[in-house]
């Protein structure tokens, strides 16, 4: 019969999840994980395989969590311009709170990696590739209904928005507050290009 595991998974993956927000990947040892999990090494091996396999699921949670605001921002606003406000916005909150690790665990979690953590680092280039891949379609939204001159580099202004982001969350681990990274956020959305009806009026 088999033996009933003895510890809460969602708890100890949350554990889990914030240890590798707050030290990054290779930082974070399976001594750390574990006393921040409250388990011992044989039990995190068999509920969750090895530590690669463990960050993987922490972002997955990460992304469906507290990264959860860019999903929703994209998704719910009825114009590009909106959303990506609205991501510069929640990204400012979100970021500078003291609930937790400052910053974006995917943005963050594999700076300066070694070969042998490769795989993590791609997957992380992955999430943020189709984050800017996701500004890019809500930018070529507005193009497509007129709100922007047919020939705005949708491309070029998706990739800003996306650096923009990356270094929020850097600025925030360096210790800015709320007030510091919405400063940004609106001076970065001082940058999105003239709709095309002042466009026609000047």
């Known amino acids: 019969m088999a033996r009933r595991r003895e510890f809460?998974?969602?708890?100890?993956?949350?554990?889990?999840?914030?240890?590798f927000w707050r030290h990054?990947?290779?930082?974070?040892?399976?001594?750390?994980?574990?006393?921040a999990m409250g388990i011992r090494p044989p039990s995190l091996y068999a509920a969750f395989g090895d530590k690669?396999?463990?960050?993987?699921e922490a972002v997955r949670r990460y992304q469906q969590t507290y990264g959860a605001f860019t999903t929703r921002a994209l998704a719910e606003e009825p114009t590009?311009?909106?959303?990506?406000?609205?991501?510069?916005?929640?990204?400012?909150?979100?970021y500078a709170s003291t609930e937790h690790p400052g910053g974006c665990l995917v943005i963050t979690?594999?700076?300066?990696?070694?070969?042998?953590?490769?795989?993590?680092?791609?997957?992380?280039?992955?999430?943020?590739?189709?984050a800017r891949a996701a500004f890019?379609?809500?930018?070529?939204?507005?193009?497509?209904a007129g709100r922007l001159p047919a020939g705005t580099d949708t491309a070029g202004l998706a990739t800003f928005y996306a650096a923009t982001i990356q270094g929020m969350s850097t600025q925030s681990r360096d210790g800015a507050r709320y007030e510091d990274l919405l400063a940004i956020a609106t001076l970065?959305?001082?940058?999105?290009?003239?709709?095309?009806?002042?466009?026609t009026t000047t």
């Open 109 to 130: 979690a594999a700076v300066n990696c070694g070969p042998e953590s490769a795989e993590v680092e791609e997957l992380l280039r992955r999430f943020r590739t189709e």
């Open 136 to 144: 890019k379609a809500r930018i070529d939204d507005d193009v497509a």
């Open 80 to 94: 590009g311009r909106a959303a990506i406000e609205r991501v510069l916005r929640e990204a400012a909150a979100e």
């Open 188 to 199: 970065a959305m001082s940058a999105w290009p003239a709709t095309r009806e002042a466009v």
């Open 24 to 35: 990054g990947y290779e930082a974070t040892s399976i001594a750390e994980l574990t006393a």
């Open 52 to 56: 690669r396999r463990l960050f993987e």
């Open 8 to 19: 809460d998974r969602e708890a100890a993956l949350e554990a889990a999840l914030l240890a």
